[in-house]
């Protein structure tokens, strides 16, 4: 599939699809002074980060009462940067422990004017305890962060009791998803969805995972900084 045949059978917006395209020029002048992604070219970085965050569209309609999302790791702001722009009703937060990262993505939201993004800099381990955060979101997203037992006890920590987190993961994760049982049971997180999609220009299939969070946190998660990394539950 081409990017035009992709886009077409998106169906973006053509006011929104021009702030993505904004996005990918701003983001790229960022990356060239701080290396936040792989993808270097406007062609890699609009497949690999632009529509690789927006596969969650696909499954937006599963979630009619999202009022705020949180993006755990967010690094230079992917899954968190496009889909502010394509969900102007939700606030966003984008939570990374890098500061430099998150500078960046406050000169990316200032540049483009986003009314609905908020960054927030420090360790999810630190911030998961904070009662401003702890169980205040709708939706947690997450990519490229951490194995499954690892983010899982990161994203508990923010999403509500009845929301969802969901994970970016590639198509090959059945043994995390096995190792990750124990996790899944400590921090009430069920598997509820999973959602393959494919990307063009051999970036190939990869999967949505969605889970739900069905009771409060215990209060001993989660655990101190760098516990989860080093202990995984597991
Ligand atoms: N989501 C982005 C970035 C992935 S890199 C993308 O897909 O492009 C992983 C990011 O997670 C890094 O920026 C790192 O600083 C952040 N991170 C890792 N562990 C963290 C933690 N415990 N608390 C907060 N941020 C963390």
Known sequence: ?????YDASMQIDPEKERRLHELVTVFLAENAK?????????ET???GNILDSLSFLDIVSDFPDMKSLLDLGT???FPLLPLAIMLPDVICTGLDSMQ?????????????????????????????????????????TIRAVAELPILLEYAAAFVKVKGRIVVWKSMTIDKELQESLLARAELSCHLIAKHAYELSEGFGKRQLLIFEKTSPLLPKFPRGVGVPKKQPLK
């Not at 701080?34 to 406007?42: K, V």
């Not at 406050?106 to 927030?120: A, F, G, K, P, Y």
């Open 1 to 5: 599939m081409t990017r035009a045949e």
């Open 34 to 42: 701080l290396n936040l992604t792989a993808f270097r070219t406007e």
């Open 45 to 47: 970085c609009w497949i």
């Open 75 to 77: 690094g230079g702001g």
């Open 100 to 140: 430099k990262k998150i500078a960046a993505v406050e000169r990316i939201v200032q540049q483009m004017s986003l009314q609905n993004v908020r960054c927030l800099l420090g360790r999810a381990e630190e911030l998961g305890r904070s009662p401003q955060h702890r169980e205040q979101y709708d939706v947690v």
